[in-house]
């Protein structure tokens, strides 16, 4: 069965500009996070969604913001871009929200910001 | 809230040599560990998880690891590396059911 798709794979944006990335989970599987990989700080937890609903949100400012949709498939998003939002954003699904069931992951969105 | 130390930012080894990649955890709760890896230019991938029983857990490549309680750590282990185990290793945590907390990475570097 397919894997996690995340679009697109490699974006270029201005400071200030608003960007949205997409993640479609694996067919089946509920619940979407989010992740900023850095080389500095490595994966930061950014948002859990399940069921179009957040259950849990991270550290990070109200610049970032997110939704799923009713076919599990979920978008995030970040206004006003910083040079230090220049990042690989991951999305793992799994089947629901207990950690046993697994996360699958993506492999990423790249966004540079310039 | 939990939390993952991972103390080597980046860990050199010889070919066919053992290496192990260091983890420790804090959490006021029983925890799920996990150790993931991550191949350039590509997500992570599950290597190996505890969630309950038997202490020692194994991949299918030969990585093993070790939840020890009163130390509050999940070393990650492997007796002879390859090349092909040149990847970042990530070490994760979970307080039943929430989310997964990672480390900052550990990149394995394998040496000829």
Sequence with gaps: KAGVTQTPRYLIKTRGQQVTLSCSPISGHRSVSWYQQTPGQGLQFLFEYFSETQRNKGNFPGRFSGRQFSNSRSEMNVSTLELGDSALYLCASSLDVRVLSGYTFGSGTRLTVV | ?112
């Design chain 2, 1 to 112: 809230a939990q939390s993952v130390t991972q103390l080597d930012s980046q860990v050199p080894v010889f070919e066919e040599a053992p290496v192990e990649l260091r983890c420790n955890y804090s959490s006021s709760v029983s925890v799920y560990l996990f150790w993931y890896v991550q191949y350039p230019n590509q997500g992570l991938q599950l290597l190996l998880k505890y969630l309950s029983g038997s202490t020692l857990v194994e991949s299918i490549n030969g990585f093993e690891a070790e939840f020890n309680k009163s130390q509050t750590s999940f070393h990650l282990r492997k007796p002879s590396v390859h090349i092909s185990d040149t990847a970042e290793y990530f070490c994760a945590v979970s307080e039943r059911d929430d989310k997964i907390i990672f480390g900052k990475g550990t990149r394995l570097h394998i040496l000829p």
